[in-house]
């Protein structure tokens, strides 16, 4: 616990009892001496026997050390569940002896009939107690009368979410948008305020004229600007789609890529770099850190990291474009651009995450580009899966992506192969997998953390925009 300041320390009050919830220390610093204090006592002779005689006493106080760090236990203590059955006379009956399982057991342990027993994961969601505000009741006027409630939203979020009015479009949708929503023009109005926004807005159009299709993380590294203002400039711009082969990527208005065969080099490939012991190379040694792993996970008992900012539509109108504040470190004209790697594949270089969004015209690589354009000019159908390019394409690519990664990664860290054979063989073993298979690969953190969840999720950019 102290190696992780982030962590509190936990006390047990039944230590046995594995459905024990235990109260928690906060931790502080502090500047405090630890002391070892010694009483020695010496009786002096006594020649009365009626006498009393007080022996005598000394203190010797030494310092051992300084103290830097405190955990002072400032909570309640939560409520208690034991693994106990009340029977239909009242009577409590332990269900210890029948759902631990402290030694090897016969089949007959687990076919017992036992009363159901779910213990709850966590009772109270804060162990200090604190001050509830109640609002006052709202004074309506005279013939006011509240709207109905559908028992769909009784239960919803603890605020409802910003709209940023982005159409969103799925492959099977017949009609594609020609212009944005009103209240999305508005809301670019409202925080379009100054020439550095005009010159950012007049950046993204040019980019749209030169390729139609754009990802959210190619258009941050072409353009610098802030994150919470490209949420409000896209939807004024372009519309997003949900599914099919340019799945959660921004298309330009009026723009149909399911009618332009041409459209195929801006389709979305989903790479997950393959790591395991059949590779060659386990997820430890992977240069490439997972973002999340499931032996880090901590749980609701560790302090919590102060949230960013909340930026108001105010905030935005006083420089959160590209000119931002004076005092940061980057130039304004790349405060806030990604680096090229976030959406170009090059040959010789790994990707910044494990999981990665390529448009397919960024794999630059001319083997990859070959796989691409094998049916140049013969496209008839544009299909949900694979659009314009031939059937198992995207696999294809994953497996010629895969190899070149294992062999950055064999010239990079040689002791990892030393048994494994060659590079042709690591190519018929890598042939048979598709990295749509391999759901448990994780994303990486990226060097600018966005507001709202990581730009390597498409679950995230949708609801931005809901």
């Given at each position: 616990?102290?190696?992780?300041?982030?962590?509190?320390?936990?006390?047990?009050?039944?230590?046995?009892?594995?459905?024990?919830?235990?109260?928690?220390?906060?931790?502080?610093?502090?500047?405090?001496?630890?002391?070892?204090v010694t009483?020695?006592?010496?009786?002096?002779?006594?020649l009365?026997?009626?006498?009393?005689?007080?022996?005598?006493?000394?203190?010797?106080?030494?310092?051992?050390?300084?103290?830097?760090?405190?955990?002072?236990?400032?909570?309640?203590?939560?409520?208690?569940?034991?693994?106990?059955?009340?029977?239909?006379?009242?009577?409590?009956?332990?269900?210890?002896?029948?759902?631990?399982?402290?030694?090897?057991?016969?089949?007959?342990?687990?076919?017992k009939?036992?009363?159901?027993?779910?213990?709850?994961?966590?009772?109270?969601?804060?162990?200090?107690?604190?001050?509830?505000?109640?609002r006052?009741?709202?004074?309506?006027?005279?013939?006011?009368?509240?709207?109905?409630?559908?028992?769909?939203?009784?239960?919803?979020?603890?605020?409802?979410?910003?709209?940023?009015?982005?159409?969103?479009?799925?492959?099977?949708?017949?009609?594609?948008?020609?212009?944005?929503?009103?209240?999305?023009?508005?809301?670019?109005?409202?925080?379009?305020?100054?020439?550095?926004?005009?010159?950012?807005?007049?950046?993204?159009?040019?980019?749209?004229?030169?390729?139609?299709v754009?990802?959210?993380?190619?258009?941050?590294?072409?353009?610098?600007?802030?994150?919470?203002?490209?949420?409000?400039?896209?939807?004024?711009?372009?519309?997003?789609?949900l599914?099919?082969?340019?799945?959660?990527?921004?298309?330009?208005?009026?723009?149909?890529?399911?009618?332009?065969?041409?459209?195929?080099?801006?389709?979305v490939?989903?790479?997950?770099?393959?790591?395991?012991?059949?590779?060659?190379?386990?997820?430890?040694?992977?240069?490439?850190k997972?973002?999340?792993?499931?032996?880090?996970?901590?749980?609701?008992?560790?302090?919590?990291?102060?949230?960013?900012?909340?930026?108001?539509?105010?905030?935005?109108?006083?420089?959160?474009?590209?000119?931002?504040?004076?005092?940061?470190?980057?130039?304004?004209?790349?405060?806030?651009?990604?680096?090229?790697?976030?959406?170009?594949?090059?040959?010789?270089?790994?990707?910044?995450?494990?999981?990665?969004?390529?448009?397919?015209?960024?794999?630059?690589?001319?083997?990859?580009?070959?796989?691409?354009?094998?049916?140049?000019?013969?496209?008839?159908?544009?299909?949900?899966?694979?659009g314009?390019?031939?059937?198992?394409?995207?696999?294809?690519?994953?497996?010629?992506?895969?190899?070149?990664?294992?062999?950055?990664?064999?010239?990079?860290?040689?002791a990892?192969?030393?048994?494994?054979?060659?590079?042709?063989?690591?190519?018929?073993?890598?042939?048979?997998?598709?990295?749509?298979?391999?759901?448990?690969e994780?994303?990486?953190?990226?060097?600018?953390?966005?507001?709202?969840g990581?730009?390597?999720?498409?679950?995230?950019?949708?609801?931005?925009?809901?």
């Open positions: 616990i102290y190696a992780d300041p982030a962590k509190r320390l936990e006390l047990y009050f039944r230590p046995k009892d594995p459905y024990c919830h235990p109260v928690c220390a906060n931790r502080f610093p502090t500047s405090t001496m630890l002391l070892r009483r020695r006592s010496k009786k002096k002779q006594q009365d026997p009626e006498e009393q005689i007080q022996p005598e006493v000394q203190f010797e106080m030494e310092i051992l050390g300084i103290v830097t760090t405190v955990y002072k236990f400032q909570g309640m203590s939560d409520f208690q569940y034991l693994a106990m059955h009340s029977g239909p006379d009242g009577k409590q009956t332990s269900m210890y002896d029948k759902v631990l399982m402290l030694k090897p057991e016969k089949e007959e342990f687990f076919n009939d036992l009363p159901l027993y779910i213990p709850p994961p966590i009772f109270s969601r804060l162990d200090t107690p604190v001050d509830y505000f109640y006052p009741d709202i004074q309506h006027r005279e013939g006011y009368n509240n709207p109905q409630v559908s028992g769909e939203n009784l239960i919803g979020l603890s605020r409802a979410r910003r709209p940023h009015n982005a159409i969103f479009v799925n492959f099977d949708d017949e009609e594609i948008p020609t212009k944005p929503l009103d209240a999305a023009v508005q809301n670019w109005k409202k925080v379009c305020t100054n020439p550095v926004d005009k010159k950012v807005e007049e950046e993204l159009r040019k980019l749209f004229e030169v390729r139609p754009w990802s959210r993380n190619a258009v941050k590294a072409n353009i610098s600007v802030h994150p919470d203002k490209l949420k409000v400039l896209l939807p004024y711009l372009a519309y997003y789609m599914t099919g082969p340019w799945r959660s990527l921004w298309v330009r208005f009026g723009y149909d890529p399911r009618k332009h065969p041409e459209a195929k080099i801006y389709q490939l989903d790479f997950r770099i393959r790591c395991g012991m059949k590779y060659g190379y386990a997820a430890t040694d992977m240069p490439v997972a973002k999340r792993s499931t032996y880090n996970y901590s749980l609701p008992i560790t302090v919590k990291k102060q949230g960013s900012h909340t930026v108001s539509v105010h905030d935005l109108k006083q420089g959160l474009g590209s000119a931002g504040t004076s005092g940061a470190k980057k130039p304004p004209s790349s405060r806030y651009k990604l680096k090229e790697s976030v959406y170009i594949f090059r040959e010789g270089a790994l990707p910044p995450y494990r999981q990665m969004f390529y448009q397919l015209c960024d794999l630059n690589v001319e083997s990859l580009q070959k796989i691409i354009h094998r049916n140049d000019g013969t496209e008839s159908e544009c299909t949900e899966r694979d314009w390019c031939l059937a198992k394409t995207s696999d294809d690519l994953r497996d010629s992506m895969s190899l070149m990664i294992k062999q950055i990664i064999r010239s990079t860290r040689p990892l192969f030393s048994n494994t054979t060659s590079s042709e063989d690591g190519k018929e073993q890598l042939a048979y997998e598709s990295g749509e298979d391999e759901d448990d994780e994303e990486e953190e990226e060097d600018f953390k966005p507001s709202d990581s730009e390597n999720e498409m679950e995230t950019e949708i609801l931005d925009y809901v």
